[in-house]
């Protein structure tokens, strides 16, 4: 059974930094992308950043890109969001989510419970 | 970047009844649409990819068509569990993915 487990949400200053961490399980990590999506409270679905099964592929919506590090660990199954320059707009539950091949996801097929990242002084 | 625009924003049905939700795309995905559904409090869940296929475990009143700008999720006989927000989202330009603004599916 796949399984995502979000986790490193928290309550952080404008301008502060958190890493998200994803730690997946049920499916040979390293063969599929993973993407993290965000959903503001109240709101629709929003891509953030994705990365290939290998980890040299990167990609970023234009709204987080300079400010926020997807990475990953295929030793330890483990997907990373490291956010610095937070701003209030960037207040979401975070979601990891798996892709279908290994350089990059099509759609997303599994999709964990979420982090709650709130951005507020 | 592809603009995704859902019709209606609601939409108020009756159990047993047919819904039929609309997704726009502002240039052609070919068949590159996925659906999802999203109920409080939950992760969304996969319904539908290459625009009419069924995800694993997808009951059969849930079918998706269309393909090129425009396309349609239909319920064919809405259950109480079926009540909840659905959205489409794209993966035929990329990046970025993107998804529609959702539908919400009401009780009438």
């Known amino acids: 059974e796949v399984q995502l487990l979000e986790s490193g949400g928290g309550l952080v200053q404008p301008g502060g930094s958190l890493r998200l961490s994803c730690e997946a399980s049920?499916?040979?990590?390293?063969?599929?992308?993973m993407s993290w999506v965000r959903q503001a409270p109240g709101s629709g679905l929003e891509w953030v950043s994705g990365?290939?099964?290998?980890?040299?592929?990167?990609y970023y919506a234009d709204s987080v890109k300079g400010r926020f590090t997807i990475s990953r660990d295929n030793s330890k199954n483990t997907l990373y969001l490291q956010m610095s320059s937070l701003r209030a707009d960037d207040t979401a539950l975070y979601y990891c989510?798996?892709?279908?091949?290994?350089?990059?996801?099509?759609?997303?097929?599994?999709w964990g419970q979420g982090t709650l990242v709130t951005v507020s002084s | 970047e592809i603009v995704m625009t859902q019709s209606p924003a609601t939409l108020s049905v009756s159990p047993g009844e047919r819904a039929t939700l609309s997704c726009r795309a502002s240039?052609?995905?070919?068949?590159?649409l996925a659906w999802y559904q999203q109920k409080p409090g939950q992760a969304p869940r996969l319904l539908i990819y290459?625009?009419?296929t069924r995800a694993s475990g997808i009951p059969a009143r849930f079918s998706g068509s269309g393909s090129g700008t425009e396309f349609t999720l239909t319920i064919s006989s809405l259950q109480s569990e079926d009540f909840a927000v659905y959205y489409c989202?794209?993966?035929?330009?990329?990046?970025?993915?993107?998804f529609g603004r959702g539908t919400k599916v009401e009780i009438k």
């Open positions: 290459d625009a009419s």
């Open positions: 990365i290939s099964g290998s980890g040299v592929t990167t």
């Open positions: 240039q052609s995905v070919s068949d590159n």
């Open positions: 049920g499916f040979t990590f390293s063969s599929y992308a």
């Open positions: 989202q794209q993966y035929n330009n990329w990046p970025p993915w993107t």
């Open positions: 989510a798996k892709g279908q091949q290994v350089v990059a996801v099509e759609y997303f097929d599994y």
